[in-house]
């Protein structure tokens, strides 16, 4: 009996998301953090807006907000930053927000390919639940980066999780929980929107 192969998916041409980011298992300097992410793979840019992280409040003296627009059709990408330093007042804390100078970089390449699982020759890791959604799971090694595991929807392209390292050690985490192709506005990717 010949079982049939399941190919990797593509990510949709246009996908966007809120995102939660976290680390498994947490050790003591790790931080939940969330955000908003955009991707259209026809005109080749992203964007990423949300809390930096991983991000050392304890060494850098502050939390680091940014937005990072990459163009790669164009060749550049922008990255917007805020710094919220923790001051204290009276017994409690309160957050000050210094806006830092934007970096503007070369950069020929969104942040996440479409194409990803292929490029990487991704190999079917089975299914689970996940997020109350049943998913079907791929990993792949990027050359230097370690292994990697993505994480559909059960029969799309639905991107729902990402895992990049080894949980059993030290992973980087990032949950995608409501995942939609919408139509994505071109004021999104403009500077300063």
């Not at 907000?65 to 805020?82: D, L, N, P, R």
């Not at 997020?131 to 991107?159: D, H, I, M």
Request: hydrophobic share 35%; net charge negative.
């Amino acid at each position: 009996m010949i079982s049939e192969q399941i190919l990797p998916p593509r990510l949709p041409e246009q996908w966007s998301s809120s995102y939660i980011s976290y680390w498994q298992p947490m050790q003591k300097d790790d931080q939940i953090t969330s955000g908003i992410c955009w991707f259209d793979y026809e005109q080749n840019r992203c964007r990423i807006d949300g809390l930096f992280n991983p991000w050392s409040e304890e060494k850098t003296g502050h939390r680091l907000w940014m937005s990072e627009i990459v163009t790669a059709s164009e060749g550049k990408t922008k990255k917007s930053k805020i710094a919220y330093y923790r001051e204290p007042a009276q017994g409690e804390t309160e957050y000050a927000a210094v806006v830092l100078d934007d970096d503007l970089e070369t950069c020929h390449e969104v942040l996440l390919r479409q194409d990803v699982l292929l490029q990487y020759q991704a190999s079917y890791a089975g299914s689970q639940t996940l997020l109350g959604r049943e998913t079907e799971a791929w990993t792949f090694t990027k050359p230097g980066k370690g292994p990697s595991t993505y994480y559909f929807v059960k029969g799309t392209n639905q991107l729902i999780r990402m895992v990049t390292g080894d949980p059993e050690v030290h992973a980087s985490i990032r949950d995608f929980p409501n995942f939609t192709t919408h139509a994505i506005a071109d004021e999104v990717f403009l500077n300063g929107a």
